[in-house]
């Protein structure tokens, strides 16, 4: 097994990825690559994902042609399914389904805030602009909305789906993971800061991606002052 593994540790997508490679002991390639040197544009990495979006990855087994990734809800599928993960998505089953639906709605739903209060008021920083007021309002709408849905969920639950650590947690979780520096304002949703507290105090994975990616918006807010 060679899996190359194209990444920048400040991404909350790249979080997700790095968490399961952790979580499943996998040897990987890092291809660190750095998104605010804009190294994602460059025809190398364009040739690999034409979306210009971390994280990628190149498995590469004998005698196959060698499978290019991109998407890290893929990625992590792929990874489960072939390098034993099934700990964090069984291969059958109802429960498999249940993650599945929830990946699938963080995606769609509650993942779709983060991004824009990072933009708004990360990115804008970095750029010397002003954010954009009625973009911040539409997000919150859809954070009101998504975050009362997903609090109700958690209502005495420790996961999201069982009583195990799996591929919803960290797709749900990672919205939060630039909580400090874009002002997402989640702390009104008292299950869900409890559910994602103790998500990095009980699994080290989880724990150290986290710490990777804070160390890295850290350096990156403190260049730019
Ligand atoms: N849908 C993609 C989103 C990935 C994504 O948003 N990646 C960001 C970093 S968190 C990125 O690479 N942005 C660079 C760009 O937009 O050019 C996934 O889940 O993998």
């Known amino acids: 097994m060679s899996i190359e593994y194209y990444v920048d540790n400040r991404s909350g997508s790249c979080r997700r990825t790095t968490s399961v490679i952790k979580e499943l002991g996998l040897d990987v390639v890092y291809k ?3 998104l605010l040197q804009k190294e994602n544009k ?12 971390l994280p990628v990855i190149i498995d590469r087994k004998a005698k196959q042609q060698p ?14 399914d072939t390098y034993g993960g099934t700990h964090l998505l069984p291969k059958d089953g109802t429960k498999r389904y249940q993650i599945l639906q929830w990946m699938s709605w963080a995606a769609e739903h509650f993942r779709q805030p983060a991004p824009i209060y990072f933009e708004e008021n990360v990115i804008t920083q970095l750029m010397g602009t002003d954010p954009n007021t009625t973009r911040l309002q539409q997000a919150e709408f859809m954070l009101s909305k998504h975050g009362q849905v997903l609090d109700s969920h958690l209502a005495n639950k420790c996961y999201v789906v069982g009583e195990k650590f799996s591929l919803a947690d960290i797709d749900l979780a990672s919205a939060l993971s630039q909580m400090p520096y874009s002002k997402l304002p989640v702390d009104r949703f008292k299950h869900i800061m409890r559910w994602a507290k103790d998500l990095e105090k009980n699994h080290e994975s989880w724990k150290y991606t986290g710490d990777l990616l804070h160390t890295g918006m850290r350096q990156a807010l403190n260049h730019t002052q």
Not at 42 to 53: H, V
Not at 67 to 80: H, R
């Open 67 to 80: 499978l290019i990734l991109t998407e890290a809800m893929a990625i992590n599928i792929y990874l489960c």
């Open 32 to 34: 660190p690559i750095d």
């Open 42 to 53: 460059s025809d190398s990495f364009l040739a690999l994902n034409p979306n210009s979006m």
